[in-house]
């Protein structure tokens, strides 16, 4: 395996610009009522160096850097097809993470499309393009216990759970909005506040002081202020016969246990048609 410190500066990088956690947003509260929504959160745009990981694609490692590219054909004909995403796809990635990670049980937690424009025409998403980790460690818990209890009432427990995206673009290459992936190393133990997600049944008025019901709290993500230390990484190019897998968080903090990520605008590609992926989560049981 390659040693990524002594090639990293051999490699090219394009500057990317990333939508960071302002220092001042120290409540962060997302809520969601029927046909609307409002984060207290306020972001400013940092551009970052963001290297081009293909040469050394094979040097990446899931508890190590808290990523990797994988190859893995899939036999979706029309991944825009939500019967067959369904029928198809949710099993062949619930045995992708079962063999890759060894783990006793995976759970769907089902999966999201997004278009980086036009995202409505095939009911998708627009891209994801705020720094974050959608389960942080206290959401990826409370998410965990809810859903091993109702996936295993009567089940032995489990002494790890590992969360995780399966992430595969559809659309061919070049892309305008990859993925981008910060190595685990170079985040610090501390950072990140967490962001909670709320569903109400209307929106308050004053998200940021009126009182809030926590049993209408559903999970909780984390978010991140700019570090000049954080390294940033992406895979150009993709095409439908890989995947990036990467952690959301790991019960077992001896590995590398988050990947901070986001989708940036790649100022180097100009391209006519906009990146279309589909983003699958699961949560991962060890008995």
Avoid: K
Wanted: hydrophobic share 40%; net charge negative; aromatic share 12%.
């Amino acid at each position: 395996m390659v040693n990524l410190s002594s090639v990293a500066e051999q490699l090219t990088s394009v500057p990317g610009e990333l939508h960071y956690l302002s220092p001042e947003s120290t409540v962060l509260r997302r809520f969601t009522a029927p046909g609307a929504s409002i984060n207290t959160g306020s972001y400013d745009a940092h551009v970052v160096p963001i290297r081009n990981a293909r040469p050394i694609q094979d040097s990446f490692r899931l508890d190590t850097h808290g990523f990797e590219l994988v190859a893995h054909p899939s036999a979706v004909r029309d991944f825009t097809d939500r019967a067959e995403l369904d029928e198809v796809y949710i099993p062949e990635v619930l045995e992708f993470v079962r063999e890759r990670t060894g783990a006793d049980a995976v759970v769907s937690r089902g999966w999201v499309l997004r278009r980086s424009a036009a995202a409505a025409e095939n009911a998708s998403q627009p891209q994801a393009a705020l720094v974050h980790i959608d389960y942080g460690p206290e959401g990826a818990a409370m998410t965990a216990a809810r859903v091993y209890a109702e996936q295993f009432p009567d089940g032995p427990g489990y002494r790890r759970v590992l969360a995780t995206s399966v992430w595969r673009v559809f659309s061919g290459p070049p892309q305008d909005w990859p993925l981008a992936l910060c190595d685990f190393r170079s985040v610090r133990e501390d950072e990140g506040l967490a962001n909670q997600l709320y569903f109400v049944d209307r929106l308050p008025e004053d998200p940021l002081t009126e009182p809030v019901d926590e049993s209408t709290m559903v999970t909780s993500g984390s978010e991140f202020v700019y570090s000049p230390e954080h390294v940033w990484w992406y895979f150009p190019d993709m095409t439908r016969d890989e995947v990036l897998f990467f952690v959301f968080n790991d019960s077992d903090h001896s590995r590398a246990w988050r990947v901070v990520h986001t989708a940036f605008r790649d100022p180097t590609v100009e391209t006519a048609t906009p990146r279309h992926s589909v983003e699958f989560r699961t949560f991962a049981f060890f008995t």
